[in-house]
């Protein structure tokens, strides 16, 4: 069974560039996390779909951020423009109905961005 | 709010060293409490979790008791391997908040020979 799928691993725009990043999660789980570590620091939600629909999206810096998970499989996080301290790395992650279950979170490798 | 304090890395070890690292949580109520480890290159896995209080979490000669008294979940392994070289990442999460995860700043183990 495949796992959770990140693409691009590795971007690299220039400050006020639009970048797409996008995850694959794990095929039937209908949560979805959106996470980011900034260089050296914790890792920081961002936000929560369940299936297509936003649950919670608290952690969500600005409204330069936008997710979408249209159908309720794979899920999209755009940022438009670009800023310099966005840059870090952006996880995924993906977990199964139910209570128990989503206790335990499957993540990916993780999209490292870089603002220059 | 929740958060989660673990200790300052980088841990450098010789193998077949005992490892402790620290991790303490503030949070209401009874969270689950996780130990993540991210190896070089990969992802974040799961690397052993306790859902309530005096659990104690096991995985790959790793262990962490979740101590209610001393808000605190510490890692150990007894005889570490140069394999076992890796960012590990303390994290809760609270039931009934979509189960979104509070990590801590992550810990990176180093481990020669």
């Known amino acids: 069974e495949a796992g959770v799928t990140q693409f691009p691993s590795h971007s690299v725009i220039e400050k006020g560039q639009t970048v797409t990043l996008r995850c694959d999660p794990i095929?039937?789980?209908?949560?979805l996390y959106w996470y980011r570590r900034v260089m050296g620091k914790e890792i920081k939600f961002l936000l929560h779909f369940v299936k297509e629909s936003k649950q919670d999206e608290s952690g969500m810096p600005n409204n330069r951020f936008l997710a979408e998970r249209t159908g309720g499989t794979y899920s999209t996080l755009k940022v438009q423009p670009a800023e310099l301290e966005d840059s870090g790395v952006y996880f995924c992650?993906?977990?199964?109905?139910?209570?128990?279950?989503?206790?335990?979170?499957?993540f990916g490798a993780g999209t490292r961005l870089s603002v220059l | 709010g929740n958060s989660v304090t673990q200790m300052e890395g980088p841990v450098t070890l010789s193998e077949e060293a005992f490892l402790t690292i620290n991790c303490t949580y503030t949070?209401?109520?009874?969270?689950?409490l996780f130990w993540y480890v991210q190896y070089p290159g990969e992802g974040l896995q799961l690397l052993l979790k306790?859902?309530?209080?005096?659990d104690k979490g096991s995985n790959k000669g790793f262990e962490a008791t979740y101590r209610k008294e001393t808000t605190s979940f510490h890692l150990e392994k007894g005889s570490v391997q140069v394999s076992d070289s890796a960012v590990y990442f303390c994290?809760?999460?609270?039931?009934?908040?979509?189960?979104?995860?509070?990590f801590g700043t992550g810990t990176q183990l180093k481990v020669e020979l």
């Open positions: 992650a993906s977990s199964q109905a139910g209570a128990r279950a989503k206790n335990i979170q499957y």
């Open positions: 095929s039937g789980h209908d949560n």
């Open positions: 949070a209401t109520g009874y969270p689950s």
């Open positions: 994290a809760l999460s609270k039931t009934g908040g979509g189960n979104k995860l509070t």
């Open positions: 306790a859902t309530k209080a005096d």
